[in-house]
């Protein structure tokens, strides 16, 4: 749980998100967001720093903790517990207020409301991004239902039209064709087949008044996979080039 070292890249300060006055250290490493060190968050919020991190190690906000080395003024460098500046407005509510003083408790429950803002933004985006490619997967899927017949139907129409030296190349053009189209296939069923393995939820539709007006299955973790995402943009690439290769085919035999 959070116990990977990674490499600092570069150590500087910067203000606590949505308390711009408080300026805390933040360190950077390669290819990653930036982290902000537990301890001086809880230092600059005015809370004792390791009865809280004994506590939070124990939550799912951990799991993306890390131990990064941190520059000290006096003690060199020392490993802390770091968590990326994202993370950091959600432990604004996950200690007592009354630890603090009132001046900085108004600022931090503010903080936090706009933590909450932001977070539920970035969930409404999630879920829209979810939508929309599970549409495309499922639109896609149904255009190329039947690729066996597509083809065949595609061969029949243009092998009439070719000499018999030429058939060979036709084939082959053909079978790369349908291995493209069906590594396509698989990586949508296969992000579909995920999809369908998340927790779903009802969620509801109010009004102004607070009244329930509709309630709405949606997945509690609309989670699409980039890895998958990007084999699939790949895969589609690769069915645009063969479209060409089989434009340029045609028209070589015209020429």
């Known amino acids: 749980m959070g116990e990977k070292i990674g490499k600092v890249t570069k ?3 910067h203000p606590l998100p949505f308390l711009e006055e408080i300026q805390v250290p933040i360190l950077y490493v390669e290819e990653e967001p930036p982290f902000m060190p537990v301890f001086a968050v809880c230092q600059a919020l005015g809370i004792p720093p390791d009865p809280h991190i004994r506590r939070w190690r124990r939550l799912l906000i951990w799991e993306t903790a890390r131990k990064l080395p941190f520059q000290t003024a006096k003690r060199g460098k020392r490993l802390v ?3 990326s500046i994202a993370e950091i407005p959600i432990l604004y509510g996950m200690f007592k207020w009354n630890l603090v003083s009132p001046s900085m408790r108004a600022r931090i429950k503010q903080a936090a409301k706009e933590g909450v803002r932001l977070a539920g933004a970035a969930y409404q985006e999630m879920q829209s991004r979810y939508k929309s ?3 495309m997967l499922f639109s896609f899927l149904t255009q190329n239902a039947d690729l066996d017949g597509w083809f065949l139907r595609y061969r029949v129409k243009h092998a009439d039209q070719l000499p018999a030296k030429e ?14 189209y069906q590594g396509a296939v698989d990586i949508a069923r296969k992000m579909l087949e995920d999809m369908g393995e998340l927790p779903v939820i009802d969620a ?3 009004d102004r008044e607070n009244t329930v007006i509709d309630s709405i299955a949606m997945p509690l973790f609309p989670i699409v996979s980039d890895e ?10 690769q069915i645009a080039t063969w479209h060409r290769t089989m434009e340029a085919f045609g028209k070589n035999r015209e020429a």
Not at 167 to 180: D, I, K, N, Y
Not at 228 to 237: N, W
Request: hydrophobic share 55%; with cysteine; charged share 20%.
């Open 11 to 13: 150590q500087s300060t």
């Open 81 to 83: 517990w770091c968590l």
């Open 167 to 180: 058939l060979p190349a036709l084939e082959l053009l053909l079978a790369q064709g349908r291995a493209v």
């Open 228 to 237: 998958d995402l990007k084999r699939f943009a790949e895969q589609l690439a």
């Open 133 to 135: 490619v599970r549409q």
């Open 204 to 206: 509801l539709v109010i």
